[in-house]
Structure formats: C-alpha cells, structure tokens
C-alpha cells in the first residue's frame, strides 16, 4: 500500500467541513516519488515504532480504552480537554511564537493499531512547517505550540482539531489520534529572511545538534552504533562548520564538540573499530591542549580498549598508560580495575608468546 503524508498537504477548513479532496503524492526524502525499495524500507522502519499501549492487550488491560489508560497520565492542554498532553522529556528555551518556523520528529498512532499511521522517524526525515498558517491540523499546531526546544511530548488530540471524518482510509471517522512529538529546531520569522546565513548561525545548527544528540542516544541504547556514529559524525560536521557570534558561542560549540568526539569514540569501541576511535580520542587530546577542559576518565578507558584491540606490545603499552591516567580520575571505579588487570595479564601472555617465538626462531 502506498504511503502518504497525512499531515502535510491537507486544508484545514476541508477537513473541518466534512471531507478533503487532494492529491495523493508518495513521501520521499527528496520530494520524488518513493520507488518500491523505499517504499519497504518505510514499512520496514515503521516496525521500530509499535507502540503496543494503543491496543487493548496484554495482563495490565483493566477494560478500558487504551487511550483512556494513556490519557490518566496526562494533562488537559486546552480547559475543554480535546487535547490531552503528557511531557516525556523537558526542553528548554520560549515556546514557538506566530509566524515560527519549527523542525519536528512525531509518530502518529490511531486507537487499536500499534503501527503508526504515520512516522518521520520511520521516513527518516524530520517535518517543517510554519505556525499560523494552517499547514498542518489544529491539534497538531496548538501542540507544538505549547513545547519547548528538545522537548518530547504525548498528545491525544480529539477528532474535531484532528482528522473529523477520516483520511484515505487510514484513519477512521471520529477517531482520537495520539502524536508522540519532539521539537528539533525552532526559527523565528527574521531568522528566515536569510537563510544561506541562518542555516550555519551559531543557534540554529547548536540546536539541531541537540536533536542529534539525542537521536544519536537512541540509536546507542539500540546498540546501533554504526548509526549512532554517523549521526554523531553529522553533528560534528555542522558544528565545525557553524557561524560563532562570539566568545559564549566559542564555549558553547566546544563543550558539545567534547561531548561528540567522546560518544563517537565510545560508539567506536563498541562498534569495535578500534583505528576510527583512536582518531576521535586523539582530536579529544588536541583540543584539551587550550586547558578549557580535563580529559574525561571515560575518554581515557574507551581510548585504552580501542588500543587493546589493536593490539600488540606497543598498543597494550599504550593502553595500560591511559588505564592508569583513568584510574587516577576514579580511583574506586570497578571496571577500570578490571580492564586494567585483564588487560595486565593479556599483555604477558603477548610477551610470553613473543619470546617463545624469538626462540624457536634462533634455535
């Protein structure tokens, strides 16, 4: 079946009348129609989104709703309850004003199936649009307008600021919709007069990263580290590259650069490519050269195991000397100790074999 994007193309003031005619256009990440390997590729993804509350089962069920169940640990957002929130995650910073431009993440469930309906996350691709312009629904709307930057959020909007009477078959008539929301970006109306400049200016590329980061997270818990580094790697790359006001935004991009080059080498060593996260603990050293920040124990112990894993006497020397500074910083830290004895007594059965195969070699 052909997916299309439910919130973006629709008129407001059509749905709100009864009923919408448009034209069905395939979502893609470039705007052409999804071939056919897209197309599973979407379906496959959507599969990491089940969201199992949104059906009447399992040992929990108490014979209500699911949505009824997920709404008792929520907020009314509006005094007549037809949008009901609950904050997964805190963000930061005001909330979007009229004539905003906002970046958002969302999965979008309907009662009693566990697949989204609709996903960016599933797409890969995040969703624009400006506020006061009725690009997207009502519900959707007075939703992000109450986040703040980074925030995750729930929301079950009522039909009547949702979909009323349905769309394409894929949402029922008068159905409660749930959102599961994440603000990435917000831009004010004069940011966006220029955008080749504002789209490296300092605050709006800071703020993507955030969003990064958290992604990046996501994918780590997931143990997907190859996608955790290149979104990781994609941060760093837009921060590099970022326009710097002044000395606040210098400590802020350098901050947030040591907290990416410490992830990806920590990704690195669990991805077990050992050569790429010695390069990312050797950028760490580079920049701790100015004395704006110390060398993290964390830094040290993931940059010994990477070494480790190269291996060979000059490598488990090297790592035994970073297990040692590491343990310095944490001295009680148990995992230190034991890397550190373990990788002790890996370094004399590697001598020990040297030495034997010196002699074999001489005799």
């Known amino acids: 079946m052909e997916t299309v994007e439910i919130v973006g193309g629709l008129s407001i003031k059509d749905i709100a009348e009864g009923g919408a005619e448009f034209e069905v256009q395939s979502i893609s990440h470039n705007g052409d129609d999804r071939g056919e390997e897209e197309e599973k590729e979407y379906n496959q993804q959507l599969e990491n989104y089940i969201k199992l509350e949104c059906l009447d089962c399992g040992d929990s069920y108490d014979g ?88 995750k959020a729930q929301f079950l909007i009522d039909p009547e600021l949702a979909y009323r009477n349905g769309v394409l078959g894929r949402i029922p008539p008068n159905s409660v919709v749930l959102f599961e929301i994440e ?70 991009s350098e901050a947030l650069l040591v907290r990416l080059y410490t992830n990806l080498l920590i990704c690195c060593t669990h991805a077990k490519i050992p050569k790429r996260g010695c ?10 050269k100015n004395g704006t920040f110390e060398i993290s124990a964390k830094v040290y ?41 373990s990788l002790r007594e890996e370094k004399e059965k590697h001598r020990s074999h040297e030495r034997s195969l010196g002699k074999a070699l001489l005799s």
């Open 64 to 151: 209500c709703e699911p949505f009824l169940n997920i709404a008792k640990n929520m907020e009314d957002l509006l005094p007549n309850g037809k949008i009901k929130k609950r904050i997964l995650k805190e963000g930061y910073g005001p909330k979007p004003e009229e004539s905003s431009s906002v970046i958002i993440h969302y999965n979008a469930y309907v009662q009693l199936e566990a697949h989204p309906f609709d996903s960016t996350h599933a797409r890969k691709t995040p969703h624009t649009f400006k506020i006061g312009q009725q690009e997207v629904i009502e519900g959707l709307e007075i939703a992000v307008r109450s986040m703040r930057l980074t925030e």
């Open 183 to 252: 603000l990435c970006v917000v831009q004010e109306q004069g940011q966006q007069e220029e955008p080749a400049v504002n789209e490296k200016h300092f605050q709006v590329v800071y703020n993507t990263c955030l969003a990064l980061c958290v992604k990046g997270k996501k994918m780590f818990k997931l143990q997907d580290y190859q996608g955790a580094i290149k979104v990781y790697s994609t941060a760093v790359n837009k921060l590099e590259d970022a326009v710097l006001d002044d000395y606040d935004d210098q400590i802020k």
């Open 279 to 288: 390069v990312f603990a050797q950028k760490l050293y580079e920049m701790s």
């Open 301 to 341: 112990f993931n940059h010994a195991k990477c070494q480790r894993m190269i291996g060979g006497t000059g490598a488990y020397s090297f790592a035994e000397r970073k297990l040692i500074q590491a343990k310095a910083l944490e001295p009680d830290n148990l995992e230190i100790k034991k890397e550190l004895a």
